[in-house]
């Protein structure tokens, strides 16, 4: 499957439109994105019972003050709890998709269950596509797990899938070893997991990885720009932006 032409068309609010007062993944966010024609990039864990949560990290304290896993709590505790401060509620996948309903497109990242980019990836890739099989509109899942992305593939073939990608520098993934950085850095999996696109951080967007599927015609997304310079930069090769922090026109 394609990814569909919006993608490329309108900028991509990274976690919604948020900002002061307005916590990223939040449906005050996500409102923010649709009300000003964004398209919106989400990220999803997994609660205890299997509810598929929008939510960026694997625990609690960063965004909610509270301890613990996400994945150690079920969606009736999850509930109780505010995002950075806020009174926003920590949405769920299902309340996401109500909300947006076809309005923009939709790019959502199933955040690595494995924390280590193995195969032991678990059922939320099923949980999303059961969520997916009704939803009518621009939508696309991605990962940086190739083993999730191939995962969601073979439960929801009709949905669109990319690979989120970087260069996989030891620094910044210490949990890897230095043969599985390189061959995640090179985009190798790409093939093989049915990915139709790639969403890449700007910072390494001249990967000869990223030249070789942009030649092939595949679509390249990145992220996270945050002003205008950057987008001018990373437009030299990305086909369209996950932003934040600012306003980028739109066509």
């Known amino acids: 499957m394609?990814?569909?032409?919006d993608f490329l068309r309108l900028p991509i609010a990274h976690r919604g439109l948020h900002g002061p007062g307005v916590p990223e993944n939040s449906m005050a966010a996500f409102r923010a994105a649709i009300a000003a024609g964004?398209?919106?990039?989400?990220?999803?864990?997994?609660?205890?019972?299997?509810?598929a949560l929008v939510f960026h990290d694997d625990d609690l304290p960063r965004l909610t003050g509270a301890e613990g896993l996400v994945s150690a709590l079920g969606i009736d505790a999850l509930s109780q709890?505010?995002?950075?401060?806020?009174?926003?509620?920590?949405?769920?996948?299902?309340?996401?998709?109500?909300?947006?309903?076809g309005r923009v497109p939709l790019l959502i990242e199933i955040k690595d269950q494995s924390l280590?980019?193995?195969?032991?990836?678990?059922?939320?890739?099923?949980?999303?596509?059961?969520?997916?099989?009704g939803y009518?509109?621009?939508?696309?899942?991605?990962?940086?797990n190739p083993h999730a992305v191939a995962a969601f593939h073979a439960a929801a073939p009709g949905v669109t899938v990319g690979?989120?990608?970087?260069?996989?520098?030891?620094?910044?993934?210490?949990?890897?070893?230095?043969?599985?950085?390189?061959?995640?850095?090179?985009?190798?999996?790409?093939?093989?997991?049915?990915?139709?696109?790639?969403?890449?951080?700007?910072?390494?967007?001249?990967?000869?990885a990223v030249a070789?599927?942009?030649?092939?015609?595949?679509?390249?997304?990145?992220?996270?720009?945050c002003s205008p310079k950057e987008e001018a930069i990373a437009?030299?090769?990305?086909?369209?932006?996950?932003?934040?922090?600012?306003?980028p026109a739109k066509p």
Request: aromatic share 8%.
């Open 2 to 5: 394609r990814l569909a032409p």
């Open 136 to 144: 009518d509109g621009p939508v696309a899942v991605m990962s940086f």
């Open 163 to 208: 690979l989120t990608t970087c260069g996989y520098e030891a620094w910044d993934w210490p949990m890897l070893d230095e043969a599985t950085r390189a061959h995640l850095a090179a985009i190798a999996d790409f093939d093989r997991v049915g990915a139709s696109f790639i969403s890449h951080d700007r910072t390494d967007l001249d990967n000869p």
């Open 38 to 51: 964004y398209g919106i990039e989400c990220d999803i864990q997994r609660a205890s019972d299997g509810t």
């Open 212 to 225: 070789a599927l942009k030649a092939r015609g595949v679509p390249v997304l990145c992220w996270t720009v």
């Open 235 to 247: 437009r030299r090769v990305a086909d369209n932006i996950t932003f934040e922090h600012y306003l």
């Open 116 to 133: 280590r980019i193995s195969a032991e990836v678990g059922d939320l890739q099923a949980e999303v596509a059961r969520l997916l099989s």
């Open 81 to 101: 709890l505010r995002i950075m401060g806020s009174a926003e509620p920590i949405p769920t996948l299902a309340e996401l998709l109500d909300e947006v309903a």
